[in-house]
């Protein structure tokens, strides 16, 4: 029985945290100087990883999310497991372990 209980309170707190690989494109990799971060976090929605992320590189503050915080900044494009987060729930966009996110700025340019 303890067993089982040991094993419902690792779960639980392992169902909290998770392990994403977030790949960073054009400026906003040149923005953080890391191509690939791997990043522990309690972020449940994309939303939730997106402020996370501006919050934890100062350079990218307002480049990810709206000021409103309802949309993705700009053009910008965020990917999870090569889909677009448009094309599922946007910033609602609920996050798996060992996702891989894509953060692509809008470029420009002929």
Do not use: W
Request: with cysteine; net charge negative.
């Amino acid at each position: 029985m303890a067993a089982t209980v040991a094993y419902k309170t690792s779960h639980e707190k392992h169902s909290h945290i998770v392990q994403l690989e977030c790949v960073f494109f054009g400026p906003f990799r040149d923005a953080i100087d890391e191509k690939t971060v791997y990043h522990e976090t309690d972020a449940t929605t994309v939303g939730d990883l997106l402020r996370e992320l501006e919050d934890e590189y100062p350079p990218l503050a307002g480049e990810l999310v709206d000021e409103d915080a309802a949309t993705l900044a700009g053009d910008t494009v965020v990917t999870l497991d090569k889909k677009n987060v448009t094309h599922i729930d946007g910033l609602a966009t609920e996050l798996r372990e060992d996702a891989v996110i894509r953060l692509v700025p809008s470029v420009y340019g002929g």
